[in-house]
């Protein structure tokens, strides 16, 4: 992906009698019923886009429900792709070009559509019944609404069953792939590659010729529209981006986050297992690592969020890696077995891709409201490490980071994702293996010496050893009750319990001194933007446009969320105001706070959707 040019074979693929406009980057949404095959659209504009060089961002959208009522605004579903000539870290602000197949989709998402950008819409969707669904009084096509955009109507659907006729499909089936001739006419509009898409076709459809013939037939007739029509006076050309050198494969956070936890435990010569109850956005983390048995992977699919958790436990007790996932509801349901953990001292890695809550909330939305309950969501005191992805393709290093702490410090360790990493894609750069560095675990070898082993005999770090079950000599007593110090014998002593609490603490805060330091991208004095999680993207390109129009900006992004980097509180120390941007009403800047009372100006928001860039460029604006 280090090429800058379109190589002369795909150019002649390319080629349209009209002209091409080189353009650095676009952004397209394409929105639909549910069952209009947006995320399929979708997925293959950013395997064709990833194909063709360019650095791509990614959001899907999701409907809340599972059989939403279709044409209704409830039922709309979106996946919108930024695609570009250079490195970029969102999916993308206002919109180049919407594809909206109703009316429901056309109202709930026009305001994002910048002037002047291209509105394609399926006429054949636009009759009494579909604006009856979407709460319509009159046609949103009528009047002065849609006058700042480029609209071009197409009648999709009568177009697309033209199109497969004779292949034998039903009017339903055929209406069914117009997803692909909507596909092919972005393609051509974007100067896509599609013969990706038709070898994904011929393998996704080979035991159903008839249909992937229909879809064949769509998606070149959506292609041969755009070429032929007047609508467009041109199509557009992204160059590839001049990204690292390397090998790169599309990856989504769920996809990057299962891949991570492989990598961690083939770095430190653990079989993998995990526990976890189905939970919309994580299920997907379970689904992948699934298809890896071959790789020793074990993926237990619980009964319940308490046996999950537990199971993982087990695992972790007998010496293996054991790892569950959930989202903001199950976490809740998992809290006294992480305290068993706690109080157990073992590695376990609890996984939280967050959405919209409280109680079931907003089960398909994003949202990082999860950080307090991370940070104290359990009985007693019982603190843990807790480290946030950044994005789709910083799963993978995230996994292995909180895996190796876990390891290196004998306790629990929470790693937070959402919704919009999770479902979110990008290009990942694949890493050598090899050159990974190895998570060193040293189990204490078998003793015959007649002396009484000592579990909670602790390291530097107070990490005491991990002892696998069934070794010789190394017998000793487990469970939720309170351990005496070094011999692990059950104790109520007041002081001990004192002792091993703090111990507990210690050996969490002591995480500071094995984590990277934070760093700072631009001025190290004015306004600081501190991030953390999939805020990340927005935050660092805001301060980016913000300092190209003279404000003094720096931005720090917090990886680690407890322990804070060592060095956080120089750093906050440099500027003259702070702002924490937050998908929630102020987590992270009540913890910040309460430790350095830097007296933090929140940005906060809990829509379900991520910031645009625009909205965090004007908050520092009103600042800097």
């Known amino acids: 992906m280090s090429s800058t040019s379109t190589s002369p074979e795909l150019m002649e693929f390319l080629d349209s009698s009209k002209p091409r406009q080189a353009i650095s980057g676009v952004t397209v949404r394409l929105v639909g019923d549910s069952g209009d095959g947006m995320q399929l659209l979708g997925t293959q504009l950013t395997n064709v886009s990833a194909l063709a060089g360019n650095d791509v961002a990614t959001f899907p959208d999701f409907p809340a429900e599972i059989r939403a009522p279709r044409g209704t605004r409830a ?44 509105l394609i819409l399926n006429r054949d969707s636009f009759d ?116 690292q050198l390397g090998t790169y494969k599309n990856v989504m956070g769920n996809q990057a986050l299962a891949w991570g936890l492989m990598a961690a435990a083939e770095l430190s010569g653990k079989e993998l297992f995990v526990g976890a109850y189905p939970i919309t956005p994580a299920s997907d983390v379970l689904h992948e690592l699934s298809r890896y048995k071959h790789f020793g ?19 972790s007790f007998g010496g293996g890696m054991g790892v569950t996932v959930s989202s903001g509801p199950g976490i809740a349901l998992k809290t006294e077995g992480m305290g068993l953990a706690v109080m157990l001292e073992l590695p376990l890695l609890v996984l939280n891709i967050q959405r919209g809550g409280p109680s079931t909330g907003l089960p398909t939305k994003t949202e990082q409201a999860d950080l307090l309950m991370a940070m104290f969501g359990r009985n007693g005191e019982a603190p843990l490490p807790i480290i946030a992805a950044r994005s789709p393709a910083d799963c993978f290093d995230a996994a292995i980071e ?141 301060t980016v446009r913000a300092r190209a129009q003279g404000k003094r900006v720096g931005h720090a992004h917090l990886r680690w969320l407890n322990p804070f980097p060592a060095n956080l509180g120089e750093i906050l120390k440099r500027y003259q105001r702070v702002l924490i941007p937050e998908l929630n009403t102020g987590q992270l800047r009540f913890l910040i706070d309460a430790k350095f009372r830097t007296g933090a100006i929140g940005l906060n928001k809990v829509q379900g959707k991520p910031f645009t860039v625009s909205e965090l460029v004007d908050e520092i604006l009103r600042l800097a």
Not at 297 to 315: H, L
């Open 297 to 315: 992977v074990r993926t237990f699919q619980a009964e319940d969020e308490i046996a999950a958790v537990c199971s993982a436990i087990g695992v």
């Open 402 to 542: 909180a895996w190796r702490i876990a390891t290196r410090l004998m306790t629990p360790v929470v790693l937070l994702s959402d919704g919009y990493i999770a479902n979110g894609a990008e290009p990942w750069r694949i890493p050598d293996l090899s050159k990974l560095p190895k998570i060193e675990i040293r189990h204490p070898a078998a003793q015959s010496s007649g002396e009484p082993f000592r579990p909670y005999l602790r390291d530097e770090y107070l990490s005491r050893p991990w002892a696998v079950p069934g070794t010789s000599g190394l017998m000793h007593r487990i469970g939720g009750l309170e351990k005496e110090d070094v011999t692990g014998n059950i104790s109520y002593d007041p002081k001990n319990h004192q002792h091993m609490v703090n111990t507990r603490a210690q050996k969490v805060a002591n995480a500071s001194q094995l984590i990277d330091p934070v760093q700072v991208t631009g001025d190290d004095s004015g306004l600081l933007v501190l991030s953390w999680g999939g805020t990340y993207g927005a935050c660092y390109t805001a």
């Open 128 to 243: 009494a019944k579909d604006l009856k669904l979407a709460k319509l009084d009159q046609d949103p096509r009528q009047g002065d609404r849609l006058k700042p955009y480029h609209v071009i109507e197409v009648p999709m659907t009568t177009l697309t069953r033209t199109a497969v006729e004779g292949t034998g499909l039903s009017v339903k089936e055929a209406d069914q792939c117009k997803n692909f001739f909507a596909m092919g006419l972005v393609f051509w509009l974007y100067g896509r590659d599609y013969r990706p898409t038709l070898r994904f076709i011929e393998a996704k459809f080979k035991h159903l010729p008839a249909v992937a013939e229909a879809n064949r037939r769509a998606l070149t007739a959506g292609w041969n529209y755009g070429e032929t029509t007047e609508h467009f006076a041109s199509t557009y050309q992204v160059a590839p981006a001049r990204l």
């Open 75 to 118: 039922g709309v579903s979106g996946y919108q792709v930024h695609f570009a000539s250079e490195e970029i870290f969102t999916p993308g602000d206002g919109l180049d070009a919407l594809v909206a197949m109703n009316p429901a989709a056309l109202v709930t998402n026009i305001g994002d559509l910048k002037p002047a950008g291209y």
